[in-house]
């Protein structure tokens, strides 16, 4: 029998929690066991395996930066919208070390609510393309462009990946000034 108040959604946050303490790479089941104070074999009763609760921490997560990204676009148009979707896209890495990573992780399409928040996550960054005028394919591509070099910034700078003598703050605010200078002159 489940120990009393312990259901799915109670052992995927806990994960989450110690996903961003411990990192995504070192959540393991017998970790979050421990953590609950179950015995392993306890968590299949609510997580059918690690993929599975991989599965369900990026389904989470999807649904937290989707949230945010679309309340950061929320009145903006242009660089000021696209500025503030990187800064939010960021701060939630910085905030959720280890729930981050898992936002990248293709939604399982038999789960629809992760399907629906990826979907919200990436149309807040089109919303903000079609005030550039992209749509399409080139908004396909600028979408990438844009979640390319904002991943990569972030991930970089988790790793402590940045060792030259310039503020890391403005190589950012460089770097999404150049994403808009990019969509601005888009060329298709």
Not at 139 to 155: E, N, Q
Request: net charge neutral; hydrophobic share 45%.
């Amino acid at each position: 029998m489940p120990r009393a108040g312990l259901t799915p959604q109670t052992v995927v946050r806990e994960a989450a929690r110690l996903a961003d303490e411990v990192g995504y790479d070192r959540l393991t089941l017998a970790a979050l066991a421990g953590r609950l104070g179950v015995a392993l074999p306890s968590l299949y009763k609510h997580v059918k395996g690690a993929d599975a609760l991989n599965q369900k921490l990026a389904a989470l997560a999807t649904g937290e930066i989707a949230a945010e990204l679309t309340s950061a676009a929320a009145g903006r148009a242009g660089g000021d919208a696209l500025r503030a979707v990187a800064n939010a896209y960021r701060e939630y890495a910085r905030r959720h070390p280890g729930r981050y990573p898992a936002t990248q992780r293709v939604p399982d399409p038999a789960d629809p609510d992760h399907v629906a928040d990826a979907e919200r996550a990436v149309g807040a960054i089109y919303a903000i393309l079609r005030g550039y005028g992209l749509s399409g394919d080139a908004a396909v591509d600028a979408t990438r462009m844009f979640r390319a070099a904002v991943h990569g910034f972030i991930t970089l700078e988790a790793a402590g990946g940045f060792g030259l003598p310039r503020d890391i703050d403005r190589s950012f605010d460089q770097m999404v000034a150049g994403l808009d200078t990019a969509c601005r002159d888009w060329r298709s």
